[in-house]
């Protein structure tokens, strides 16, 4: 990219002029050969035309000698693999090595370490390669013999060192990973202040890990970053055991205690460790630190786990368990059953897996059972003289309760699935988070003494017939199926199990958004969302002016608070002129170090990096979900410990191949081997 404010360095002469490319200044960094003639617009090879000069090196002359406006990078790499540059850097070095012996002169050991073996590029390459895909690693050596077949230059011409073969492929990944995590420390150091996402995945053995992500924000532009930091084993324990686990993680990356300003539990174990205590034990060391529930990823609104003690809900899921397995692979042509089967593919759902199915939190499948009961219903009745199972599952499923549980069901988790979906916009307007939490709320409060939509017509649908020789007994029928257990001891059990339930599932909900945070965000969005201003000019006098000051009470270490009120009707005014700005950019404005505004309200710009590094967006929804799928992936091929994290930090921050610095990962392996060989003679 051309740095803001320059122009660029040259354009290149394609005859395509509808697409203009630049010279890239970074690209000198990478190939240290590479020269640029700013007044003529050229490229040119060093190595290339000192072999020209010196040494009459004929086969030299290419375009990198008379000078090329290519100004893609694939040229650079189809340069730096060809023939003509390879020969031309055995020239110099030959050259180099008569005129002055290595010994005792670092700066030619240095001149050769810098360059790039083409063989060891394509090695890297294609490891790289295989971790983006998830391709298992003992597919490394097969790939590069089919590369040979192909003629691959690279792997043909030249050999690549005792080091570069298949069986070293966990550490030329950990080499690649390093490369990435150190670009990831300057992103920290760099930010003024981080937001950190630890998720908390448990597998069929019971080991549990912690993935950790963090946001950053770029004082030069303004943008923030999404980063998988890694996944680390966690010991059983208790909230101080996550606490932990991510103070080593803060001090492996240097993240100061200062910096962290949101820490965001996107688990339900975790959620639960919240309430005892995980929090209050990285508040003490951070004093800025705020905790929220992940708002990008809404799936985990609604925890099966935390309303789990309710007693009825385990034989719930039991029950519709059963049908799912045993009507899953069910050959009829029922337009019901083959419903059945679509949810687990839509849903994605592995009856095959060991871990329990939460029935209760999956909208479909709890619609199909809904839509397909009265087929169920018959099916198992024709069934139950031969098959126990069905008469057993016929029996519970004729009850009034599950029925009508099922109603509550269909009332409920649709609210949280529309919660969700907000969370899943790129640009959330956190202006609404608050209102719409509270709506949920009140919501759910008002079906414990008015019942839901489907609850209440299922009630009004249903059938009375009295029963005969029982006065005051009535016979209910729902869709032609009498059902079973309607008597008033029964009615009045469940009216408790439908208080029990909604309450619980409403208080999950405030915990997971408390008003403390709730009133950070909504002042945040006060502040800085141009959308949320009055209308006209003369009403933003008293605007905002109560927010301010809560975000100025809590986070008065960092910012100035007499200077941010002083400054904040001028603020105000030029926020109410940039009306089209949404809530990101005008935060992006104050970040970004070179702009006036940053200059004229040095608290808002404070206070704005603080809003960007909130956990926020689809693309941390789409690492974390990316994440999980890795870790349970690669558990199955994988032993504990063995490299899993760095495939992790490939796959999900890795970017394009031709967007890495393979000389940097060169270095770094062939360091970490040679300390590794040093080591290991020592023992």
Not at 99 to 118: M, Q
Not at 614 to 630: M, N, W
Request: charged share 25%.
């Amino acid at each position: 990219m051309v740095p803001p404010g320059k122009k660029p360095a040259g354009e290149t002469s394609n005859s395509n002029k509808k697409c203009k490319r630049y010279f890239n200044e970074h690209w000198k960094e990478e190939f240290t050969w590479l020269e640029f003639d700013y007044e003529r617009k050229l490229m040119f090879c060093t190595e290339c035309r000192q072999a020209l000069v010196k040494n009459k090196h004929g086969k030299a002359e290419n375009a990198f000698t008379v000078g090329t406006d290519n100004f893609q990078r694939h040229a650079l790499l189809r340069h730096v693999t060809s023939g003509a540059h390879r020969q031309a850097l055995a020239v110099n070095r030959q050259q180099l090595a008569f005129d002055t012996p290595s010994a005792g002169h670092p700066e030619l050991r240095s001149l050769i370490k810098v360059e790039v073996n083409p063989a060891k590029v394509a090695v890297l390459t294609t490891v790289y390669w295989m971790a983006k895909e998830e391709m298992p690693d003992e597919k490394c050596s097969s790939l590069l013999s089919l590369q040979k077949f192909n003629l691959c230059q690279a792997l043909l011409a030249s050999e690549h060192s005792e080091f570069y073969h298949p069986g070293s492929v966990r550490e030329m990944q950990a080499a690649i990973a390093k490369v990435l995590h150190n670009e990831d420390r300057h992103r920290i150091k760099a930010s003024p202040f981080i937001g950190l996402v630890v998720d908390e995945t448990v597998d069929v053995l019971e080991h549990r890990s912690l993935a950790v992500f963090t946001t950053t924000v770029s004082p030069c532009n303004g943008q923030t970053s999404i980063t998988f930091l890694g996944s680390f084993e966690l010991p059983a324990g208790e909230a101080s055991t996550v606490a932990g686990k991510v103070g080593e993680v803060m001090r492996s990356f240097g993240i100061p205690s200062m910096k962290l300003t949101w820490l965001s539990a996107d688990s339900a174990s975790l959620v639960a460790e919240r309430l005892s205590g995980v929090g209050t034990a990285l508040g003490s060391l951070c004093p800025l630190l705020t905790e929220v529930h992940c708002l990008s990823h809404g799936t985990s609104l609604l925890l099966a786990e935390s309303i789990s003690t309710i007693e009825y809900l385990q034989k719930y899921e039991t029950t519709v368990d059963a049908v799912y397995r045993l009507y899953s692979s069910f050959q009829g042509e029922g337009e019901s059953l083959q419903e059945l089967r679509r949810v687990l593919d839509l849903c994605e759902i592995d009856l095959g897996s060991p871990k329990a199915i939460h029935w209760t939190s999956i909208f479909p499948a709890v619609e199909a059972i809904d839509s397909s009961w009265p087929t169920l219903v018959l099916l198992l009745e024709s069934q139950a003289e031969c098959s126990p199972v069905a008469r057993g599952l016929c029996e519970e499923l004729k009850k009034f309760q599950f029925v009508a549980f099922t109603k509550i069901l269909l009332d409920v988790l649709p609210i949280f699935q529309k919660l969700s979906r907000f969370f899943q916009i790129e640009d959330f307007d956190l202006s609404i988070l608050k209102p719409i939490v509270s709506a949920t709320a009140t919501t759910l409060q008002a079906q414990q003494s008015t019942s839901g939509q489907n609850l209440q017509e299922f009630l009004r649908e249903m059938n009375k017939h009295p029963q005969d020789g029982r006065e005051g007994e009535s016979r209910l029928y729902y869709k032609g199926v009498e059902l079973a257990n309607c008597s008033q001891v029964h009615l009045k059990h469940f009216e408790h199990l439908k208080d029990s339930y909604l309450e619980k599932v409403r208080g999950n909900l405030l915990d997971r958004f408390p008003s403390s945070v709730l009133e950070a965000i909504s002042s945040f969005s006060a502040i800085f969302n141009p959308k949320c201003y009055p209308q006209s000019l003369e009403d933003i006098g008293s605007y905002g002016v109560s927010e301010l000051n809560f975000l100025l009470r809590v986070y008065s270490r960092v910012v100035v608070s007499e200077r941010a009120l002083s400054d904040f009707p001028l603020f105000k005014r030029i926020v109410f002129s940039l009306s089209q700005l949404s809530f990101k950019d005008l935060c992006v404005k104050l970040v970004y170090s070179s702009s006036e505004m940053h200059e004229l309200f040095p608290d808002f710009a404070v206070l704005a990096a603080i809003a960007l590094a909130l956990p926020l967006g689809s693309v941390l929804a789409e690492k974390i979900r990316r994440g999980r799928e890795l870790l349970q992936r690669g558990r199955s091929r994988l032993a504990r410990d063995q490299g899993l994290s760095d495939l992790m930090k490939i796959a999900i921050d890795g970017p394009a191949i031709s967007e890495f610095n393979f000389a940097l990962a060169i270095e770094c392996y062939e360091s970490m081997r040679e300390s590794g060989f040093i080591v290991a003679q020592v023992k």
